[in-house]
Every structure is written in structure tokens, then in C-alpha cells.
């Protein structure tokens, strides 16, 4: 009989967490912050660590860096690789470069692919290729899009165009427009017109006609069509 009150105990406190938890993420979508933090702070007190993490993100966009810094060290602590990531991004905004890396790896150790792109992208910046490649590929194996395009931007600035065409299709195929207007531009360099052309068209039917990359998309596929193409 104890053995099934206490069941019965941890059933309730786990929903108890999850609650809070989910309360505060709805709070949170509609941007009623206080309440947003009360009730992320009684899913920490209740020892959900995504709640940690939640509440780290809500504080570092309020700006409050060392309150945010101090729950993501919480839920490190933890574990939390989500933690370990959003904790690697306050320190680069910070320009904490080492401490970023630092954290990225650990996170990327634990198979985050939010984390390798990330760090992929920390390495390109710092014109650190080879590492930059690295973490992009690892992310790619994990599916990330992004990462398929970015590592389609770095080959192409290698003159491996091969390889940027296999990268920006695969972006493409995964849904993330910036890949196939990144295709059909390396196609239009290669002169390859009638397949440039394939892929802004794609970019004209699938895409909000209001975003840059669409306007752009309409505006090189109209030359192409005046063109003959």
C-alpha cells in the first residue's frame, strides 16, 4: 500500500511540473513575462530541468544576463544539452569566444545538433574552415538544413562546386528556400539556365511573396524568361 501511495505521489508531482511548465510556455507565447516566470519558477522549484532552461531563456531575453547565465549553469548541471547550447550563445553575444566553444562542445557531445550548427557557424565566422565544415557535416547527418546550405556556401567559396550543388539540393529537398535560391544561383553562374530557371520558379510557388529571397527569386527568373531560357 505505501508502495502505490508513493507512485501515486510521484505521478502527481511529475504532473505538477509538467503544469507549471506548460502554463509558462503559454504565458510566455503571449508575452506575459511575469507570469511567464512565475510559473517557471515553480516548475524549477518542483526540479524540472527543462523548466531551468525555460526560465534562463525568458531572463536572457529580458536582457538579464546574470540571472540567465545562472539558471543555464543550473540546468548544465543537470545535463540539460539545450541548457549547454543556450548558455554557449549568451556567452558569444558576450564575446566570450573560448567559454562558447567550450559549452557548444559539451553540448555537441551530447549529440545536440542545435549546438553544431551553431558552432559551425561560430568557427566560420572566425574563418576556422576546416572545424567550420566539421560541425556543419555533423549536423547534416542529423538532418539540419541549415547546416546542409551553409556547408553549400563554404564549398562554393572553395571552388568545390560539386559538392555546394549536392549540399543545396539536399537543403532544398528538406524544405529551407535559402538552399534552392542558393542552387538556382550556382546553376545561372555555371550557365546553366534551364535548371537556374527550375529552381527560382520553385522558390516563386513555394514562398511568401513578400519576403526578400521570393522578390529576388522573381526578379532573376524574369531576365531568365526574357532571356529565352
Given amino acids: 500500500m505505501k508502495k502505490l501511495i508513493l507512485l ?3 505521478i502527481v508531482s511529475l504532473a505538477l511540473k509538467a503544469g507549471y511548465l506548460e502554463e509558462g510556455k503559454s504565458y510566455y507565447a503571449n508575452k506575459n513575462y511575469l507570469k511567464a516566470e512565475e510559473m517557471f ?17 525568458l531572463y536572457y531575453k529580458q536582457k538579464k544576463y546574470d540571472k540567465a547565465e545562472q539558471i543555464y549553469l543550473s540546468a548544465v548541471e543537470k545535463g540539460n544539452d539545450n ?3 543556450d548558455l554557449a550563445m549568451l556567452y558569444e553575444d558576450q564575446k566570450k569566444f573560448d567559454k562558447a566553444e567550450k559549452m557548444y562542445l559539451e553540448a555537441v557531445r551530447k549529440g545536440n545538433s542545435d549546438a553544431m550548427y551553431n558552432l559551425g557557424l561560430l568557427y566560420y565566422k572566425q574563418r576556422k574552415y576546416d572545424k567550420a565544415e566539421e560541425m556543419y557535416l555533423k549536423a547534416a547527418q542529423k538532418g539540419d538544413e541549415l ?3 551553409n556547408l553549400g556556401v563554404l564549398y562554393r567559396q572553395q571552388n568545390k562546386e560539386k559538392k555546394a550543388e549536392e549540399m543545396f539540393l539536399k537543403s532544398s529537398q528538406k524544405g529551407y528556400l535559402g538552399g534552392t535560391y542558393n542552387l538556382g544561383s550556382l546553376y545561372e553562374k555555371q550557365k546553366k539556365y534551364k ?9 516563386i510557388d ?8 521570393t522578390k529576388e527569386a522573381q526578379e532573376v527568373y524574369r531576365k531568365l524568361v526574357q532571356a529565352g531560357y
Avoid at 535548371?195 to 522558390?203: D, E, P, S
Avoid at 513555394?206 to 529571397?213: H, R, S
Fill in 41 to 57: 519558477l515553480k516548475a524549477v522549484q518542483e526540479g524540472n530541468v527543462e523548466g531551468m532552461n525555460y526560465l534562463g531563456n
Fill in 83 to 85: 541548457a549547454m547550447k
Fill in 8 to 10: 501515486g505521489t510521484i
Fill in 206 to 213: 513555394l514562398g511568401n511573396e513578400n519576403d526578400p529571397i
Fill in 195 to 203: 535548371k537556374a530557371k527550375k529552381y527560382f520558379k520553385m522558390i
Fill in 147 to 149: 547546416a546542409m546550405n
